[in-house]
């Protein structure tokens, strides 16, 4: 099996693992910017047990790239938008919402690095916006500001997010001996931490767990979404493109909008559907445009 097999197989797994990121966050009764906060501790614990266990838990910051710091930073800010995006337009929809991703990196990767979207890329972004207004426009109309405002949130949480995957790889272009994907998930998760913990502290949030299945639900939380889901897609990060892992990234909603009907009882449209379909029109589209040598900056 070749390295690009498994790194597509590696973050697909990942991809399923973190679909159910929406479905803690809709089960918890805890505020958005503190089950985020949670999240990330509890993984960082989690990941830090694994390091010591593999004897590798020597942190040399002068080692740890730059872009794992700004990994860190972004990512705390897509889960600050995400997890708001869940209670505005339900769990599904919000994670359909932040994987725009796979449409907003080759774009970014332009600007920043000067690398021109291939025209698949472009005509897939022309179908996404287009499958995600069949998706939206009649739900925005019947829910209003607050629906309009939970997509905002979900559009915010998407740049945010391709950003954090940009920053990942970039992150591994970097030969230093800080090449474990627990390692790098680590430092990311333990930056996140940090600010997520200012963040609940400014709004005047309470740290209390009300109940115990909060408190397990958000250790669940922090150990299969997170830990694991990550560990997956860092580890594919490493052997396929940044516009690839995106691409398969976008399996997520799919996990995510089954578990919405099947434990929220949420009831999608034959519109939404058609939308639905659009969207992976455009995956697909992109997926045959990805070429097989990496560009300079690495994230084509």
Not at 64 to 78: E, R
Not at 272 to 280: L, S, W
Request: glycine letters at 8%; charged letters at 10%; aromatic letters at 16%.
């Amino acid at each position: 099996m070749s390295d690009s097999i498994k790194g597509s197989l590696s973050v697909l797994l990942g991809a399923f693992l973190i679909s159910f990121s929406p479905v803690f966050v809709g089960l918890v009764t805890l505020e958005p910017s503190v089950s985020a906060f949670y999240r990330v501790l509890f993984g960082s614990v989690v990941l830090i047990f694994i390091l010591i266990f593999k004897r590798k838990i020597r942190i040399n910051i002068k080692k740890v790239s730059k872009f794992l710091f700004l990994a860190g930073v972004f990512f705390s800010i897509n889960l600050w938008f995400f997890h708001r995006s869940v209670e505005f337009v339900g769990p599904g929809l919000a994670t359909l919402l932040s994987n725009l991703q796979v449409l907003i990196v080759p774009f970014i990767a332009y600007f920043l690095f000067g690398d021109l979207p291939k025209r698949g890329q472009k005509i897939s972004l022309i179908l996404s916006f287009s499958g995600l207004f069949l998706c939206l426009d009649n739900n925005l109309r019947i829910f209003g500001l607050d629906y309009q405002i939970g997509v905002l949130l979900g559009i915010l949480g998407a740049f945010a997010y391709s950003c954090y995957l940009i920053s990942l790889k970039r992150a591994n272009l970097y030969r230093n001996e800080q090449t474990d994907p627990f390692y790098n998930l680590m430092i990311v998760s333990l930056i996140a931490s940090f600010i997520l913990f200012i963040v609940v502290f400014i709004e005047g949030n309470s740290f209390a767990f009300d109940n115990s299945k909060n408190l397990w639900l958000m250790v669940a939380y922090g150990t299969v979404s997170h830990v694991l889901g990550w560990y997956f897609i860092i580890s594919g990060l490493q052997r396929i493109s940044t516009v690839s892992v995106g691409i398969i990234l976008i399996s997520q909603p799919v996990f995510s909008f089954l578990w919405d009907v099947l434990l929220f009882n949420r009831i999608i449209t034959q519109m939404e559907i058609f939308g639905i379909m659009i969207v992976f029109l455009a995956m697909i589209i992109c997926i045959k445009s990805e070429g097989q040598i990496v560009n300079k900056s690495g994230i084509n």
